[in-house]
């Protein structure tokens, strides 16, 4: 990292799970620059383009006026990056949970990054964030920052020996006499803990209080247990590859599985004829006869599918995978959300409005026995729709969907600037900035920045709502948030199919 930036490149990224040391390395890293460079640090980034500009003149120490405009701000900046490099200083700015920068943040960071002299960039910017910033950094808008990225490094979790060496390391230097941990115990450690040095931090802390209460100098594996379910219990989710987590069924057996459906159908649902007609998809008959001798154990399979989607926290914990988060079955509720910056959102419509809001969601089906399940919408085309039933990918037509659904379901999404309240007429501030620069983005609208809800912002909203055939109410709740985000391509999964 420290080679990156001391050469002429613009953009480091540092990245790794929760708990590995992302804000340590940054420190050392800290530590170890000339004493001549400048550091300006970002700890919160859920700014609008125009307060990120704001704060990096608090953060370099630089005077401006309260109203401020974009260009006026960035005037500033590039006066006083050229002073520094005149002075031999280099000016170097920390961004901390950059996941949470929207793309026109993000992309306004690149713009300052443009001053530069023949050989060096006059300022040096380093993204520290989960790993969803590397996906943040794939969308094609943000190609050209990508491309500028000229040293990144992604912190693993640590491996069991190095668990080992980590624990001793720690005892050591405070000049522990007993063994507290024996090698037995730490493998258990690491392996609960998965290698993160944080949650080794909080399990050894909580097993060496239970030893002081037990007045005994070692960790007993009761002791660590106990230690471990009181911590880890409580824990956020993990950051995982989402889509390799779960188990899917390849696109062949798919087309199978949805040949064979129509002949499940017939045995166990009602209205046989019109189930078998809306269930088939386009391959389904070229995939059906050779596969007769296998029609017992895919209904079996079927069947057992739905039967272990009766739980609806099975799905909710599929949905948040599909967001890049293990969870526990018994975390896997709307209550985990707010810890990882997003929020549940639950109400009925339309499926039409459902490839609007193009975000996974859950919803209620019933069997012949109007029996409910739970499934998560995977994937939506003008003529097949993926669920995920158990963790199984199933495609279904329409007409086979909308036959078994109410209308209600539940998702997960990320309000602007977290804040999920409606934004309305008459109020100012961060958020009504937000919707104006991407009602501004949508409509190719050149309009200066606002944060005051005026009519000007009234009048582009509901050109938005009715551009998307919503109610043109102007006001900007949940269903018109979501379908803006979604129509913009913000950050998250989508209800588009994979290319495979």
């Not at 990054?113 to 794939?138: A, C």
């Not at 824990?235 to 199978?256: D, G, H």
């Not at 609806?312 to 995978?321: E, F, G, I, K, V």
Request: charged share 15%; net charge neutral; aromatic share 6%.
């Amino acid at each position: 990292m420290l080679s990156g930036l001391t050469d002429g490149g613009g953009f480091g990224l540092l990245t790794g799970e929760v708990g590995t040391g992302k804000t340590t390395v940054l420190r050392a890293m800290i530590s170890r620059l000339p004493q001549q460079a400048q550091v300006a640090v970002i700890l919160n980034p859920a700014l609008s383009s125009h307060d990120l500009l704001a704060t990096i003149c608090d953060e370099l120490g630089l005077s401006y006026r309260d109203e401020a405009s974009f260009k006026q701000l960035t005037d500033i900046i590039y006066q006083h990056l050229i002073a520094n490099h005149a002075a031999g200083r280099q000016t170097l700015l920390l961004v901390d949970e950059a996941q949470h920068l929207m793309p026109d943040v993000l992309e306004q960071l690149r713009l300052l990054t443009n001053l530069e002299t023949d050989s060096r960039k006059l300022l040096k910017v380093v993204l520290i964030g989960q790993p969803e910033l590397q996906q943040l950094l794939q969308q094609e808008r943000l190609r050209q920052l990508a491309q500028r990225i000229t040293s990144r490094y992604h912190l693993l979790p640590l491996t069991e020996t190095e668990v080992s060496e980590y624990i001793h390391y720690r005892l050591n230097a405070v000049d522990c006499l007993y063994p507290v941990f024996n090698a037995s115990i730490i493998n258990y450690v690491a392996k609960q803990t998965q290698g993160v040095p944080r949650l080794i931090n909080l399990v050894c802390d909580k097993s060496m209080q239970l030893a002081c209460q037990g007045g005994v100098h070692s960790v007993t594996k009761a002791m660590a247990v106990q230690a471990c379910e009181d911590i880890l219990s409580w824990q956020v989710p993990s950051v995982a590859s989402s889509r390799s987590r779960l188990t899917w069924l390849p696109w062949t057996i798919a087309a199978a599985l949805c040949g064979v459906m129509a002949t499940v159908a017939w045995q166990y649902w009602p209205q046989a004829h019109t189930a078998t007609q809306s269930l088939v998809s386009a391959s389904s008959s070229q995939v059906a006869a050779p596969l007769k001798k296998a029609v017992v154990s895919t209904e079996t399979r079927l069947l057992t599918a739905i039967n272990d989607s009766r739980n609806q926290r099975n799905a909710m914990q599929s949905l948040y995978q599909l967001w890049g988060f293990d969870t526990a079955l018994n975390q896997a509720t709307c209550a985990t959300s707010s810890r990882i910056a997003l929020t549940c959102f639950s109400g009925s419509t339309t499926l039409t409005r459902l490839g609007l809001i193009n975000r996974p969601v859950i919803v209620t089906l019933k069997d012949g026995q109007q029996q409910p399940f739970y499934a998560v919408v995977y994937a939506i085309t003008s003529n097949r729709i993926e669920l995920l039933l158990d963790k199984q990918r199933i495609s279904v037509t329409p007409a086979w969907f909308e036959a078994r659904w109410s209308g209600h379901f539940s998702l997960l999404w990320r309000p602007p600037l977290g804040d999920k309240t409606t934004i309305r007429f008459g109020q100012s501030g961060a958020r009504v900035a937000w919707l104006n620069q991407q009602l501004n983005t949508f409509l190719g609208d050149n309009g200066s920045q606002i944060s005051y809800f005026d009519q000007t912002i009234l009048d582009k909203l509901r050109r938005f709502q009715r551009a998307q055939d919503i109610t043109a109410d102007g006001i900007a709740g949940p269903m018109t948030l979501m379908i803006l985000d979604s129509a913009l391509s913000l950050p998250g999964p989508t209800l588009q199919p994979e290319q495979v």
